[in-house]
């Protein structure tokens, strides 16, 4: 009866922990997402360094990336195509793990946290400020308080 009890618990408990990383991020305001794409079409014609495609992990997700330079600068771009579940505090990562597939996979010191991320679908930029390109493999869609990788871009 107890072992009973507590396999429910259990059970519970990680489904409510699967559920938590689906709610919560706010969807921009047409105004933001107006600037956002406008920068993010203006980035478009940059020099492309480096691509790749999202897949879904533990939630679907899916779109093109592209890493551009422009004016000395470097842009990570979500196109429109760009499409991801919402959840708590979502964020952008370039990650040097070939393709991290949980937490476990991304170490301090191996990616570049680059913010929160603004919409769960659509076009928009995020700048790189820091780190060399060359030694970051992927793209991740990442929940920080539930340690969930919600979907990952190989980068080439």
Do not use: W
């Not at 507590?6 to 408990?13: A, N, P, R």
């Not at 933001?32 to 980035?43: F, G, H, V």
């Not at 919402?86 to 301090?108: K, R, T, Y």
Request: with cysteine.
């Amino acid at each position: 009866m107890i072992k009973k009890g507590l396999i429910i618990t259990l059970l519970v408990i990680f489904l409510l922990f699967l559920t938590s990383c689906s709610k919560n991020i706010e969807e921009m305001t047409d105004d933001q997402k107006a600037a956002e794409e406008q920068t993010a079409s203006s980035l478009q014609s940059s020099t492309i360094l480096k691509t790749g495609s999202f897949e879904g992990r533990a939630h679907p997700t899916s779109g093109e990336i592209k890493i551009v330079e422009s004016n000395g600068e470097k842009f990570l771009v979500l196109p429109e195509d760009f499409q991801t579940d919402s959840g708590p505090l979502l964020h952008v990562i370039l990650a040097e793990h070939q393709d991290p597939m949980s937490s476990s996979n991304l170490h301090e010191g191996q990616y570049i946290d680059l913010g929160v991320l603004k919409s769960t679908k659509g076009t928009q930029a995020y700048k790189i400020t820091e780190g060399d390109l060359e030694k970051f493999n992927t793209v991740v869609i990442y929940c920080k308080p539930f340690k969930v990788v919600f979907g990952v871009a190989k980068l080439s």
